[in-house]
């Protein structure tokens, strides 16, 4: 057997274990998993108790108040993500282990979307109802939320990684966050409302969602392991 | 058998702009202990945690001849400090299988693996096998301290780095830790150990540390009265 075999195997197998514990911690009890879906719903149903019930007002920034709940869902659960390893010492082995802390950076925060980001992709038709959107730009917010929330967690890693050591870190985090996120909700909400306006064209913002979700695949693994090999001091 | 020796060359250290360590030299061989001693805040836990590579040498070398070259020293290392590193909301089995799934083995050099490979036998061995399933957060100060050294016991590796080992723990626990001790040593794998307490193991050196005076980056250090047991260096 050669040698990159057994790497590539070896590689699955821890990467699956840390997937594993990871999407637990995060659906279990204390996780933040519910805690990002119900603050979602607060978010997006006090809209209409505020704007009033003018129907065409609602569907008209009902995609961008998706969008935004989202944003801040994902920002609240952003904060433990690190930092919660950090405090009980697990942190100090993952990053001693030798296993690549990019990989580990990027594995967690696969495991934190996919416990954290999908049930708000998942919560985004139904919340859509209270907004008034048609059929059709439910699906776009839909699509545009998967396609987008990833970058989100993403780039909210690498704030989570300089933030790490950081008490009451959140705040920081969001700070320094939101800026890196401004581009993915332009993307987004201009995709969605795209999909429901002759005039608008509903791909090219769409791809360059998928960009930006890309690139902050590459980025955010990168600057978050190298915040997190100088939190150790 | 191949044997192997962990050589440490004025090691330095800045924590904070402040200097914490000031060429620390020392020599192990495998299958012996090296007790780290001297009073709170003289920088035992700094020296572990450098050697683990979580803080990063400001001056000074570590090597493990007859280890992996590829890797450094702490990714061949134990290294069990203060915290637990459990999840509360997992299992006492769950917590240790993802260490046992997610660290990279290293055999020791007589090629021999862990010391309880299976996980139960491992939980049972620290005296905790009755909460398989108990969530950890249930678990005893004691018990959490047990449970996180059984992560020792299940991953091979060649160097354990000890800090505190035997806080929380009663009477009989610390025995049966040193027992641990003493078998991982015999299979030619090295101890290091920061501790007050005197830990009766056999075959082990001490090494003293001294308070490091002046501001960081200060030309020389003050006198440092480095022994550690069986081999000595004095490095200048």
Redesign the interface.
């Known amino acids: 057997m050669t040698g990159s075999m057994t790497n590539t195997r ?1 590689a699955a ?2 990467a ?3 997937f594993i ?1 990871e999407f ?2 995060g659906v ?4 933040g998993a519910l805690i990002g879906v119900l603050f979602f719903l607060a978010v997006v149903t006090v809209f209409p108790f505020g704007v009033g019930p003018d129907m065409k007002m609602l569907a008209r920034i009902g995609a961008a108040v998706l969008w935004i709940g989202a944003l801040l869902a994902t920002l609240l659960g952003l904060d433990r993500l690190f930092q919660a390893d950090r ?4 942190l ?8 690549s802390l990019e990989l580990v950076v990027l594995i967690k925060c696969a495991a934190h979307w996919c416990a954290t980001g999908l049930p708000l992709v998942l919560a985004a038709p139904v919340l859509s109802l209270f907004m008034n959107l048609e059929p059709v730009a439910m699906g776009a917010v839909t699509l545009t939320l998967l396609v987008g929330t990833p970058a989100l967690t993403l780039f909210g890693a690498v704030g989570a990684g300089v933030t790490v050591a950081l008490r009451r870190g959140g705040v920081l985090l969001s700070i320094l966050v939101i800026p890196l996120c401004i581009p993915v909700l332009i993307f987004g909400v201009s995709a969605s409302t795209a999909a429901v306006s002759d005039f608008a064209p509903f791909k090219a913002p769409l791809l360059f969602l998928c960009a930006i979700s890309v690139l902050a695949v590459v980025v955010g693994p990168v600057a978050a392991a190298a915040a997190l090999r100088n939190a ?2 | 058998m191949t044997s192997q020796k962990m050589i440490c060359q004025g090691l330095s250290c800045e ?2 702009g402040r200097r914490v360590l000031s060429d620390v030299s020392f020599e192990l061989d495998g299958g012996a202990a090296l007790l780290i001693k001297g009073p709170n805040g003289v920088g035992k836990s700094s020296l572990l ?1 450098t050697l ?5 040498a400001s001056a000074g070398t570590i090597a493990l001849e007859g280890g992996r070259e590829d ?2 020293l ?4 134990h ?1 069990f ?7 509360p ?2 299992s006492t089995i ?1 917590n240790l ?3 046992q ?4 083995p290293h055999s020791l050099p007589n090629g021999t693996g862990a010391i309880f490979p299976d996980l139960e036998a491992a939980l049972e061995a620290v005296g905790i096998g009755h909460t398989t399933d108990l969530p950890s957060g249930y678990l005893s100060a004691g018990q959490r301290r047990r449970l996180s050294f059984a992560r020792l016991l299940s991953v091979p590796r060649p160097v354990w780095l000890l800090d505190e080992p035997t806080s929380a723990l009663d009477a009989a626990s610390e025995e049966r830790m040193l027992g641990f001790m003493e078998q991982h040593m015999q299979m030619g794998g090295m101890v290091i150990a920061a501790t007050h307490l005197p830990l009766s193991l056999a075959n082990v050196g001490e090494l003293n540390l001294s308070a490091v005076q002046g501001p960081a980056g200060g030309s020389d250090a003050t006198a440092e009265d480095t022994q550690a047991g069986m081999d000595d260096w004095f490095y200048d």
């Open positions: 070896d197998h821890w699956r274990a840390l514990r637990r911690l279990r009890v204390g996780g405090e009980d010492g697990s100090d082995l993952l990053v001693m282990s030798g296993r150790g001091d | 924590r904070g945690r683990a590579g979580l803080v990063s890797c450094r702490g990714e061949q290392s290294y400090g203060h915290l637990d590193a459990l999840k909301a997992l769950e299988r993802f260490w799934e997610f660290y990279e």
